[in-house]
């Protein structure tokens, strides 16, 4: 897909690194994005709420999908945050629209590439945490899914921003 330009993602090698970024993406959809769209939309008052429920809406979703696939792979959904994940308050009190959305963007993009680096996760790994070839196919297609969806959520948050990007 070209959103990813000349960036090479590492290919996953080890079955618990897999199960790892499964678990952190559970943490992410479930906590993490619904944290900050739930405090966005505290801070819009109503504003920007067609955006705000699409967010919100398709991370519930996406989270069911990481759980049914933790599942699948016999791993419990982390009650807390994963190893690597830091503890995160989203306080968008006093923040303009522009920076909500710039805020919530980057755990979009950070999803979407995540997602995007587990689909190309090796085969062997693949096949040792889903030994059904089904399956398999099955997971893959999902995560393409979540890749798409994490890109329209990133032009969401871009329409939102309106061009308007922060420099580092």
Not at 94 to 116: C, G, P, Q, W
Not at 119 to 133: G, H
Not at 138 to 167: N, P, Q, W
Request: aromatic residues 8%; glycine residues 4%.
């Amino acid at each position: 897909m070209s959103y990813f330009g000349e960036i090479r993602l590492e290919n996953i090698k080890q079955k618990e690194i897999l199960v790892l970024q499964l678990q952190r993406m559970y943490w992410i959809e479930t906590e993490m994005e619904q944290l900050a769209a739930w405090e966005a939309r505290i801070e819009l008052e109503g504003q920007h709420l067609e955006a705000m429920e699409t967010l919100s809406h398709d991370s519930d979703k996406h989270a069911l999908i990481l759980e049914k696939w933790l599942k699948m792979a016999n791993t419990e959904l982390p009650e807390s945050a994963p190893r690597g994940i830091p503890h995160r308050v989203f306080d968008f009190n006093r923040t303009n629209v522009y920076e909500m959305f710039s805020e919530i963007r980057k755990y979009e993009v950070l999803a979407r590439d995540t997602y995007h680096g587990i689909t190309k996760a090796d085969t062997n790994v693949l096949e040792e945490v889903f030994p059904d070839e089904e399956n398999r196919t099955e997971f893959i297609k999902d995560m393409k899914h979540l890749v798409a969806e994490e890109e329209r959520h990133k032009k969401i948050c871009d329409d939102k921003i309106g061009g308007f990007t922060r420099v580092l």
